[in-house]
Protein backbone atom coordinates (compact mmCIF):
# COMPACT_ATOMS: atom_id res chain seq x y z
CA UNK A 1 0.00 0.00 0.00
CA UNK A 2 0.78 3.71 -0.40
CA UNK A 3 0.57 6.86 0.97
CA UNK A 4 0.16 10.11 -1.23
CA UNK A 5 1.01 13.52 0.43
CA UNK A 6 1.05 16.55 -2.24
CA UNK A 7 3.04 20.17 -1.23
CA UNK A 8 3.59 23.12 -2.96
CA UNK A 9 1.33 24.53 -4.09
CA UNK A 10 -0.14 27.96 -4.03
CA UNK A 11 -0.70 31.25 -6.11
CA UNK A 12 1.58 32.37 -9.02
CA UNK A 13 1.18 35.19 -11.41
CA UNK A 14 0.18 33.93 -15.10
CA UNK A 15 3.88 33.30 -16.85
CA UNK A 16 5.58 32.02 -13.65
CA UNK A 17 6.43 28.66 -12.30
CA UNK A 18 5.44 26.98 -8.89
CA UNK A 19 6.94 23.68 -8.10
CA UNK A 20 4.97 20.59 -6.64
CA UNK A 21 6.07 17.41 -4.45
CA UNK A 22 4.62 14.51 -3.68
CA UNK A 23 5.63 12.18 -0.67
CA UNK A 24 4.86 8.52 -0.53
CA UNK A 25 5.21 6.24 2.42
CA UNK A 26 5.08 2.59 2.02
CA UNK A 27 7.63 0.21 1.14
CA UNK A 28 6.03 -0.72 -2.32
CA UNK A 29 6.83 2.96 -3.35
CA UNK A 30 9.09 1.71 -6.12
CA UNK A 31 6.68 -0.68 -7.80
CA UNK A 32 4.09 2.24 -8.96
CA UNK A 33 4.63 4.08 -12.04
CA UNK A 34 3.56 8.16 -10.75
CA UNK A 35 1.28 10.77 -12.30
CA UNK A 36 0.12 14.02 -11.51
CA UNK A 37 -3.33 14.88 -12.15
CA UNK A 38 -5.26 18.06 -11.66
CA UNK A 39 -9.28 19.53 -11.68
CA UNK A 40 -10.74 22.72 -12.02
CA UNK A 41 -13.89 23.44 -10.49
CA UNK A 42 -16.73 22.07 -12.32
CA UNK A 43 -14.43 20.21 -14.42
CA UNK A 44 -13.52 16.50 -14.80
CA UNK A 45 -9.91 15.21 -13.10
CA UNK A 46 -7.86 14.99 -15.94
CA UNK A 47 -3.66 13.76 -16.77
CA UNK A 48 -0.94 15.49 -16.45
CA UNK A 49 2.09 13.49 -16.61
CA UNK A 50 3.32 10.06 -15.00
CA UNK A 51 6.67 8.29 -14.78
CA UNK A 52 7.58 5.17 -14.89
CA UNK A 53 8.83 3.04 -12.11
CA UNK A 54 12.75 3.40 -12.04
CA UNK A 55 12.20 7.30 -13.45
CA UNK A 56 13.29 6.73 -16.94
CA UNK A 57 10.38 7.82 -19.32
CA UNK A 58 7.87 10.29 -18.82
CA UNK A 59 4.77 10.80 -20.70
CA UNK A 60 2.55 13.84 -20.80
CA UNK A 61 -0.58 15.72 -21.78
CA UNK A 62 0.07 18.22 -25.31
CA UNK A 63 -0.98 21.14 -23.46
CA UNK A 64 1.95 20.68 -20.59
CA UNK A 65 4.60 19.67 -22.93
CA UNK A 66 8.38 21.56 -22.87
CA UNK A 67 6.53 23.14 -19.69
CA UNK A 68 6.09 20.86 -17.23
CA UNK A 69 8.96 18.08 -15.91
CA UNK A 70 7.89 15.02 -13.58
CA UNK A 71 10.93 13.41 -11.90
CA UNK A 72 10.75 10.74 -8.73
CA UNK A 73 13.62 9.85 -6.21
CA UNK A 74 12.95 6.68 -4.88
CA UNK A 75 14.88 6.56 -2.44
CA UNK A 76 13.36 9.47 -0.91
CA UNK A 77 9.75 8.29 -1.74
CA UNK A 78 9.14 11.25 -3.44
CA UNK A 79 7.57 12.89 -7.17
CA UNK A 80 7.93 16.20 -8.49
CA UNK A 81 6.21 17.94 -10.76
CA UNK A 82 8.02 21.22 -12.04
CA UNK A 83 5.70 23.77 -13.67
CA UNK A 84 6.74 26.67 -15.67
CA UNK A 85 5.18 29.22 -18.18
CA UNK A 86 2.04 28.80 -16.15
CA UNK A 87 -1.92 29.97 -17.68
CA UNK A 88 -5.00 30.88 -15.88
CA UNK A 89 -6.48 28.04 -16.78
CA UNK A 90 -4.74 25.91 -15.40
CA UNK A 91 -6.23 26.62 -12.38
CA UNK A 92 -6.97 23.56 -10.48
CA UNK A 93 -6.30 21.17 -7.38
CA UNK A 94 -3.11 18.84 -8.67
CA UNK A 95 -3.40 15.39 -7.20
CA UNK A 96 -0.24 12.68 -7.31
CA UNK A 97 -1.17 9.22 -8.06
CA UNK A 98 -0.25 5.10 -8.09
CA UNK A 99 -0.65 2.88 -10.22
CA UNK A 100 0.40 -0.32 -11.48
CA UNK A 101 0.51 0.46 -15.07
CA UNK A 102 2.78 3.33 -17.21
CA UNK A 103 1.70 6.08 -19.68
CA UNK A 104 -2.08 5.60 -18.94
CA UNK A 105 -4.24 8.20 -18.57
CA UNK A 106 -7.81 7.30 -17.05
CA UNK A 107 -8.23 7.96 -13.44
CA UNK A 108 -9.62 4.30 -13.19
CA UNK A 109 -6.22 2.89 -13.79
CA UNK A 110 -4.42 4.42 -10.55
CA UNK A 111 -4.60 2.81 -7.09
CA UNK A 112 -3.60 5.29 -4.70
CA UNK A 113 -4.05 9.00 -4.71
CA UNK A 114 -3.09 11.77 -2.63
CA UNK A 115 -5.50 14.48 -1.04
CA UNK A 116 -4.38 17.28 -3.35
CA UNK A 117 -3.06 20.80 -3.47
CA UNK A 118 -4.87 23.67 -4.70
CA UNK A 119 -2.65 25.79 -7.35
CA UNK A 120 -4.36 29.35 -9.20
CA UNK A 121 -2.59 30.96 -11.14
CA UNK A 122 -3.49 35.14 -11.22
CA UNK A 123 -3.91 36.71 -14.81
Known amino acids: QVQLVESGGGLVQAGGSLRLSCAAS????????MGWFRQAPGKEREFVASINWAGGSTYYVDSVKGRFTISRDNIKKTVTLQMSSLKPEETAVYYC????????????????WGQGTQVTVSS
Open 26 to 33: GRAFSNYA
Open 97 to 112: AASRVFMVTATGHYDY
